[in-house]
């Protein structure tokens, strides 16, 4: 799988009905779908089935946002794995910077999501990336490195990772290509390090004011294995040109 390159859509909280059935009827009016090349759509819970419906038959992945690892039960207010795998989910985003900002996820919640997600066969998208204060002090890898540790308690397994620098994330800050190779390259030798040779086939894909016009050049960096798009991907026609860009 390592030559597999994705492009996913994060739409956070954003968009109602209408956008959504607009979003997909003009996405859908001009995407092909090319192998060995992913992409994704992560809209808000309750949009999840009709994203599904339009888009899944093109061939684009769901998934969502965040999921709970429990199997069922008492949990006001959170959404299982296995609901989301039955609404049509390929996938679970976990550990967005964001969560763990506003929600408190840290690896010890994080971990049996990871899980609970396989074992609903739904791909984890892992996220993870340092906060400005720590770049600035020189902690970089060494975050990357803690939040990767993860790897090794949730064992072998379908994964794919975002790095997502906290600093680059809504701000139009987006990391240089020199920045994300270096943080690319580190993860990709972590990962061999925690998994040995599957540690070498994850997908590791960029987040961060990602844009039609900066994600050439980052595609074009060692490791990086496509996207992770926030605000750009709520436009239906600059997702596709990100979509055609990681199919180039
Ligand atoms: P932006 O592309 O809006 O910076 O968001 C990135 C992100 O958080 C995707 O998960």
């Not at 859509?9 to 009016?29: G, Q, T, Y």
């Not at 990391?175 to 994300?180: E, G, L, R, S």
């Not at 030798?189 to 961060?208: C, F, M, N, V």
């Not at 844009?211 to 992770?228: A, H, Q, S, Y």
């Amino acid at each position: 799988m390592k030559n597999l390159k994705a492009v996913v859509a994060n739409w956070k909280m954003n968009h109602l009905r209408a956008d959504v059935e607009a979003f997909c009827a003009r996405f859908s009016a001009g995407y092909k779908q090319k192998e060995g090349v992913a992409a994704g759509i992560a809209p808000p819970f309750p949009y999840l089935e009709l994203v599904g419906n339009k888009l899944i038959p093109a061939g684009v992945l769901l998934f969502a946002q965040n999921g709970l690892d429990k199997p069922k039960g008492a949990y006001t207010g959170e959404v299982s794995m296995a609901q989301l795998k039955d609404v049509g989910c390929y996938g679970v985003i976990l550990g967005h910077s964001e969560r763990r900002q506003y929600y408190g996820e840290t690896e010890a919640t994080l971990a049996p999501k990871i899980v609970a997600a396989r074992e609903n066969n739904l791909l984890p998208l892992l996220c993870i990336g340092e906060s400005l204060a720590q770049r600035e002090s020189n902690e970089t890898l060494e975050v990357i490195s803690r939040q990767l540790a993860i790897l090794s308690q949730v064992g072998q397994g379908d994964i794919w990772i975002a790095y997502e620098p906290v600093w680059a994330i809504g701000t139009g800050r987006v990391a240089t290509p020199a920045q994300v190779e270096e943080v690319h390259v580190f993860i990709r030798s972590e990962t061999i390090r925690l998994l040995g040779k599957a540690g070498d086939e994850i997908p590791i894909l960029y987040g961060g004011s990602v844009t039609p016009d900066n994600f050439p050049e980052l595609l074009k960096t060692k490791d990086v294995g496509g996207g992770l798009v926030g605000g750009a991907s709520l436009d239906p026609e600059k997702f596709r040109q990100l979509v055609l860009q990681t199919q180039e």
